[in-house]
């Protein structure tokens, strides 16, 4: 795919893991437009999603979404915290996030952190490049987070599925970094803890 494919991929998407609303229902015919006009397998996935949301009452999406999204650690949609978990790395991480958001001109509301899969995409549609490179490096979490949202059975996990289509597949580096995320989960934080504590994960 060409960057102006990728980034029209990239925005359809970043709109369709925000939390749904009547502006989203809205622009779902705009939405299955640009999805059509995409790859195969990078557009039919969108087309899945966009069959769901308009298919299931707005209430009963928006429940799915909390259910799914906020309730459920494996799917998470902030991406700092596969690599992180709630570590004080995590802060430098975002930190760094929001300079190179700055760097590009984009700026925040206070209320958005710069590490939401949906804020992530945003920037790679407006900056390809550096976007790309962004979702490359997180591309461990990303993948559990696609799998996570399969083994539920949940109607975003084609959303992921278009992700992943626009991404060079996983390196073998990538791949035991999934394996462990799945096995391990994110770090936690241990500094300050007696040693040999038994730390919850």
Same mark, same amino acid.
């Given at each position: 795919?060409?960057?102006?494919?990728?980034?029209?991929?990239?925005?359809?998407?970043?709109?369709?893991?925000?939390y749904?609303?009547e502006?989203?229902?809205?622009?779902?015919?705009?939405?299955?437009?640009?999805?059509?006009?995409?790859?195969?397998?990078?557009g039919?996935?969108?087309?899945?999603?966009?069959?769901?949301?308009?298919?299931t009452?707005? &209430?009963?999406?928006a429940?799915?979404?909390?259910?799914?999204?906020?309730?459920?650690?494996?799917?998470?949609?902030?991406?700092?915290?596969?690599?992180?978990?709630?570590?004080?790395?995590?802060g430098?991480?975002?930190?760094?996030?929001k300079?190179?958001?700055?760097?590009?001109?984009?700026?925040?509301?206070?209320?958005?952190? &710069?590490?939401?899969?949906?804020?992530?995409?945003?920037?790679?549609?407006?900056?390809?490049?550096?976007?790309?490179?962004l979702l490359?490096?997180?591309?461990?979490?990303?993948?559990?987070?696609r799998?996570?949202?399969?083994?539920?059975?949940?109607?975003?996990?084609?959303?992921?599925?278009?992700?992943?289509?626009?991404?060079?597949?996983?390196a073998?580096?990538?791949?035991?970094?999934?394996?462990?995320?799945?096995?391990q989960? &994110? &770090?936690?934080?241990r500094?300050?803890?007696?040693?040999f504590?038994?730390?919850?994960?």
């Amino acid at each position: 795919m060409n960057d102006r494919r990728k980034a029209a991929a990239w925005q359809a998407q970043s709109l369709l893991l925000g939390y749904p609303d009547e502006e989203l229902i809205g622009r779902a015919a705009l939405l299955r437009s640009v999805a059509a006009a995409l790859d195969e397998p990078v557009g039919a996935p969108l087309r899945r999603f966009l069959d769901h949301a308009t298919g299931t009452p707005l &209430p009963q999406l928006a429940a799915d979404y909390v259910a799914t999204f906020d309730h459920r650690r494996r799917c998470c949609l902030y991406l700092t915290y596969y690599a992180h978990g709630d570590t004080r790395n995590r802060g430098m991480a975002l930190l760094s996030l929001k300079q190179t958001y700055a760097a590009a001109g984009l700026r925040l509301g206070d209320d958005e952190l &710069p590490d939401h899969l949906a804020v992530v995409l945003e920037f790679a549609a407006a900056t390809p490049a550096a976007g790309a490179e962004l979702l490359v490096e997180h591309r461990a979490g990303l993948e559990l987070l696609r799998l996570a949202l399969h083994d539920g059975g949940s109607p975003w996990a084609p959303v992921l599925d278009s992700v992943s289509a626009t991404l060079p597949p996983l390196a073998g580096d990538q791949r035991l970094a999934t394996a462990r995320l799945a096995a391990q989960g &994110p &770090p936690a934080e241990r500094v300050g803890l007696a040693p040999f504590e038994r730390v919850s994960r």
